[in-house]
């Protein structure tokens, strides 16, 4: 290659390279301190930094089948499906550069640059939110079915003796919940006995003396108190495990009243110092599902607090009217994820396509967020966190500042080693190693690669191994001048001989980087990316630059017999 | 022109016995320490991040130094018992690494394990404000994934250099060359377990590097050996190894003088996080050398002494030999070489 264009081929890359490297504006979408979000214009050098440098959030998430065994190829389908409906949450977050994307076949990888809040960002993905509105029980249904329910779990050897414990001290209590209910002015507080007196008066007296009798001894009786409204049951919270272990048995399931789920509440009550949670017998057939909501969203109201709205489609409150105005009087629960939201409101009337989802004592960000989950639309399969980092943006910046000193401080000492020892053809390497920065950071740039921490010490590793090339050419061509050869030739001889160890060596690192890149995750993906785009600006400034340079020289002073190395 | 080691006579290969006694006891130290940890740490010889145990990992930034016993007590006390609690680089940093709970949620805790501390430490430790400064988790099942991934990245990186090597020297060379890369994740391993250093997705990254940087190393030496055997010298593989070793010597110098120079400062300079990485990469300049002459070319030699080649009694084992063979065997490489 002629010399002229020698010259115009590095002078292009270089401008390639500042192209790439030019610092522009770029619009952000950030959440400020108010966890609101707004447009932030920020000018910088194009080159995309990892969590690990920038901070943030890193979620991986899988099937959850820790409840039932789901086939392969099933999980595969439903994470298609859950990437959809994760990605529209994470943008309608709206954190921008956020990543969502599917790793493999059963995993779904979530990362929020700069998010401060990892328990949010893990909420936000992870709820299944799927939103349905079930009808109470109000016929006295489960205090029949507690006989068998007992013997159920009597039969599966499920109560154990902390369950037999409850037992015992469950009859004290149980009166004085009682008194404390009935004390309770709502006119819908009822107390066990009354209840069950109520529908035994109305369907069998016998039934509900059994019920009766059993409360006192049965495993699973034992632990339910009578609620303040039909349906409503209160379980000590340190008996919800139990009746979680009972429920999760499919014959108690079995055993329950026929078309009809037992659901646990969201609140806790206290009664005399002692922690209560709501359980709801509600009807197994939902009157409605969240498939039918057009729009959701948060919202304060002074009278229940923090609140979502929504808004049902046109054939959802079709439907939504039909049946409410079939069950006035009766109490609907609101559930999310198999937990009854707040409590029950009874139905005064046919309600249309406008509701709202009561937060309890939660606030505005909580309710932002259900919002949001509910427009994207219920997760297909309940997911799980299989993996998370976060990383706060003061240890990243930290790594940033860190690596950039690292990066300075080698170069200067491979500088100078390469100065003291090759001297003028030291400069020249220099002013290859110089080029060499610029074009990895280009490449970078260019493909877009992440820039991890591992990355930066695989660039700060790979200036390091950059000169090797120069180095072994220079020692080449040092031979050259030992036998005795011109300045111009030995140049020559000592570029040709080097060649099959350099390429043979880089050819080598290449393929090791390219493993690590296939196998690596997030950081050593970037470290991989950093050593091969090292290596082949290094092929390019050593072979190519380091040789132009050279010529240009032996253009100069024509003739000369001495080179400096 | 100033010159360090040039024009050198040295006989290295002959040292060989002592390399290798050195190198071996080296290795077994290593070994012995991998099963007093392993013995110590409940089967645990190696020090795995959570990456690969599964499990989570809170590092908490305080803005005064507390006291270990106060950290300790705190994590006790906020129910972590089990936890390990170390400090990271300076005083005014924990690292307090959770093994997983039974049961599935464990990677669900990484952030709440870190809010739980933070809200015990300022209960108990008022007025020393610590921050989350990062927190990760990994399921089991992610753990054992990404072990599986880092034991595949090794074994086909192997087996990628070894189609590589084979293409471009013959078999004998690339046998010797994979050895000493094997001999590089030993002493590797050992140099892990004498530092206790933990291993993470980066060190093995780290592990492969050192690999391909200790290959370069011996490729050179290699290529040299297999220019020198072609200008068919009446020399033994012996003196060929040796003149091709000085040859390249002042290169080796200059090469690991400028790589040490970037780990150095990645090792004082890079910070903690990455730490591990630097010194592995910095034990990785001293093992690759020393790999290249005495495991490669002592095993070269080795391999030719007992699979000499075939071109007849006379020539056996020397260098017109080795360089005929060559030709033979692999006339594409030679062509391509240039």
Redesign the interface.
Known sequence: MPLKWRVLTIIGLCLVSVFFLFPRNVKQRVRGADGALHDETVRHVPLRRGLDLEGGTYLALEVDDSKQAIPADKKKDAIDRALKTVRTRIEGYGVSESVVQKQGDDRIVVQIPGEKDPERARQLVEQQAFLQFNITDKTGALERALPKLDQVVKQRGLATATAADTSTKAGAPNKALQGLLTSGDTAKKVALGKTAKDSAAKKDSAAAADSLKLQAGGAFSSLLQQGGMPGEYYVATTDVPTLDKFLADSAVRAALPPGKDMVPGTDSTSLQNKWYKAYYLVDHNPIITGDYLSNARPNQSPTDGTIVEFSLSNEGGRRFRNETGKHIGDYMAIILDGRVMGRPPVIQGAIGTHGQITMGGKGLADAQDLALVLNAGALPVQLRVAETHSIGPSLGEDSINKGLRATIISVALVVVIMLVYYRFSGLLAVGGLALYVLYTLAALAGFDAVLTLPGIAGFVLSIGMAVDANVLIFERIREELGRGKTVRTAIDEGFRHAMPAIVDSNVSTILTAAVLYQYGTGPVKGFAVTLIAGIFASLITSIFVVRTFYLLWLNRSRGAQTLSI | ????LHDTKFDFISHWKSAAIGTIAFIVLGFILLGVHAARHNGQALNQSVEFTGGTVV?L?FENPPSADAVRNAVDQAGFSGAEVTTFGDSRNYLIKVQPQEG??A??N???VG?HIVQVMTQRIPGNQA?????????P??GSE?KT??M??IL??FA??LI??AF?FEWRFGVAAVIASAHDILTTLAFLAMMRLEIS??V??AI??V???S??DT??IF??VR?NLKKQRKESLYEVLNRSIN??L??SV??H??????????L????E??RP??WV?AFGVFTGTFSSIYVAGAILLWIEHKWPRATGAETKGTAKALAEGRRREQPAATAG??
């Open positions: 022109m100033l010159r360090i590092q930034t599935v949620k990677a669900a990484a952030d709440s809010a921050t989350v400064a990062r927190a990760e988790s990994v399921g099942r992610v990404l991934r880092a595949m990245a086909l990186s990628v250099t590589y090597l471009r997705l980066t093995v990254a492969l590097t690999i391909g940087y290959l370069n490729i050179i290529d040299r220019e040859e390249t002042p290169r200059l090469t003088a400028t790589v040490f120079a970037a780990t150095l400062a990645l004082i300079f890079a910070g996080v990455i990485f630097s990469m070489s240039r």
